[in-house]
């Protein structure tokens, strides 16, 4: 059996993945696992072992002359990866991105087998190219175990991997930062600071930059004498967490990662969902939030109309209380 997984992105969407394929292998060690996804995000497909296949996709770009409307893209762009897919004659293509060019690829790569979401959490009218659609019209459901939703429609036999990770360590690793463009989910570099002074005394710190939120390492170095590392690719970044006793961190790719890596993590949501991009039910740790729910409208433009009430209400001694149950 072969299949091919599809996320286009994010780097955090497309680790949040990466559970699902652990536990394909773990239950079919012999079946070739494919994964499709915008060339930026190959680096990040590269550290999941369970991937035999990672198949680059470019974005579609619609068309300048549309010729009375009669033209609206150009799949020319597509014919390499669309051939590599063919050639490789997978059985099944997984949709988990939801959106019409994920929905759309498996059928010009003539898979017979298309499984993907209902209209009602899927875009751009993604589910009319599926051979086989999972319902799912609650948006709330945290993607890790979603993921499981849809693949269970066709292979209910496959289950989350839950063992434990035993890791001989006493370092607690703070990632602080965040992408540029998600900087609204950072929660105040002086806290993070007051949390890590709290455990100090009691394990190792030391915080751990990417190279989208280097923009903090200026106040760190001033600020703290704890270990900072930059870090440049998701090698690195792995190797980090696997090293941790602990991780903490906001909503982002390298909470996700930890989540996978079953290392136990401590979460701090604000205007994002907790109950969506949080740690799963089948992970260790736990999501800190404050009390109050945020829907943030403009969150991806870094505006807020609230004053970052969410993430600025939240007391460190919060964040430290849980901290210490898993020290």
């Known amino acids: 059996m072969k299949i091919l997984f599809c996320q286009l992105r994010n780097h955090g969407d497309v ?3 990466f559970p699902l394929l652990d536990a394909v292998k773990r239950v079919h060690p012999t079946w070739k696992i494919g994964y499709t996804c915008f060339p930026e995000m190959v680096e990040t497909c590269e550290m999941s072992e369970a991937i035999d296949f990672i198949i680059p996709q470019p974005r579609l770009k619609p068309v300048t ?3 009375g409307g009669t033209r609206v893209l150009d799949c020319t762009i597509l014919k390499e990866s669309v051939e590599m897919v063919r050639n490789i004659g997978f059985d099944v293509y997984i ?3 939801g959106v019409f060019q994920s929905s759309m690829f498996g059928a010009l790569c003539n898979i017979k087998s298309r499984l993907g979401r209902s209209s009602e959490t ?3 009218g993604a589910s009319l190219f599926y051979t086989d659609i999972c319902e799912i019209s609650q948006k709330n459901i945290n993607r890790m175990e979603r993921h499981f939703t849809i693949l269970n429609k ?3 036999e496959v289950v989350p991997v839950v063992e434990s990770r035993a890791v001989e360590s006493e370092m607690v690793s703070f990632f602080p930062g965040s992408s540029q463009m998600g900087i609204l989910k950072r929660y105040d570099i002086e806290k993070y600071l007051v949390v890590a002074d709290a455990i100090s005394l009691k394990c190792k710190v030391q915080f751990v930059l990417g190279c989208e939120d280097v923009d903090l390492l200026g106040t760190l170095q001033t600020k703290t004498q704890y270990p900072i590392k930059v870090v440049r690719d998701w090698k690195f970044v792995k190797e980090e967490i696997l090293k941790s006793k602990v991780v903490v961190g906001n909503d982002t790719a390298y909470l996700h990662l930890a989540i996978w890596q079953r290392i136990p993590s401590i979460m701090i949501c604000g205007p994002t969902s907790p109950q969506i991009n949080g740690v799963w039910r089948f992970g260790v740790g ?3 939030c404050s009390e109050i729910v945020c829907t943030c409208p403009n969150l991806w433009n870094g505006l807020c109309e609230k004053k970052h009430n969410c993430m600025n209400d939240l007391n460190p001694t919060k964040i430290i209380d849980v901290l210490r149950r898993f020290l």
Do not use: A, M, N
């Open 15 to 17: 680790i949040r993945t």
């Open 122 to 124: 899927s875009k751009d």
């Open 95 to 97: 949709d988990l991105h």
């Open 65 to 67: 002359d549309i010729q």
């Open 154 to 156: 066709i292979f209910p």
């Open 286 to 288: 736990e999501t800190v």
